[in-house]
């Protein structure tokens, strides 16, 4: 029953969070933007006491520093609090998804997340000035974190890192390329939704590696 009325306090957010962001009202967002990650920690708390399992504590790091980075982002001035903070949310997450069973995957997978990684850089690197280096150190940790998820072969670990890479990767163009109101709309469905199933994958991983 708890999980149900977190599951809908969420949606309720999500939309309004989504409406403040079609509307143009970006002071509203410090009302909505918030509550977005302290509600999924709640729903994996109590999901976690309710079947049992045990919490990974890496995990709900990465979720602590994902909470941080949404709140920095919301000031003009964090982008780099906010940028470190969501680097070491995926720090957490790449040892959270080590510590489950590794399976052996398609060999080129390393080879397209580096390239992936190259042509966002090369493609962004006239408009980053000083960001370079960590938008670039960036790019190779979320790399990594989804070459990780891969290899859980959990299909909704494997999902959400994807959908964090969409994000991340419509976050860089909207942030240093041209600034979109439709760009931020998908920022943030995807960034939701990657969360939400990294969210499941961990819950449902105790008892099944490829649910």
């Known amino acids: 029953m708890r999980s149900k009325i977190l599951q809908i306090l969420l949606v309720i957010v999500f939309a309004t969070d989504l409406f403040f962001i079609f509307n143009n009202q970006p002071e509203l967002r410090f009302f909505t933007k918030p509550l ?9 708390f109590s999901q976690v006491k309710s079947a049992k399992t045990q919490l990974d504590q890496f995990f709900l790091a990465g979720l602590a520093f994902s909470f941080f980075g949404d709140l920095f982002l919301l000031f003009k001035w964090g982008f780099l609090p906010g940028l470190g903070s969501f680097l070491l949310a995926h720090v957490f997450y790449i040892i959270s998804f080590k510590k489950k069973a590794q399976h052996q995957i398609w060999k080129f997978w390393p080879i397209i997340l580096g390239l992936y990684a190259s042509i966002l850089l ?8 000083e960001m370079k280096i960590p938008v670039l150190i960036y790019a190779v940790v979320i790399s990594v974190m989804m070459y990780n998820a891969l290899k859980t072969h959990n299909r909704n670990l494997m999902i959400g890192a994807l959908l964090f890479l969409i994000s991340d990767t419509l976050l ?30 961990m819950l449902l991983s105790k008892n099944n590696g490829r649910s």
């Not at 990650?37 to 994996?44: A, G, M, R, T, V």
């Not at 439709?182 to 469905?189: R, S, Y």
């Open 172 to 201: 860089s163009v909207n942030l240093f390329v041209k600034p979109l109101m439709i760009l931020n709309l998908l920022v943030m469905i995807t960034y939701v939704l990657a969360q939400w199933f990294l969210v499941r994958g």
């Open 36 to 44: 977005l990650l302290p509600l999924l920690i709640l729903l994996y």
């Open 122 to 129: 090369v493609f962004l690197f006239p408009y980053l000035k």
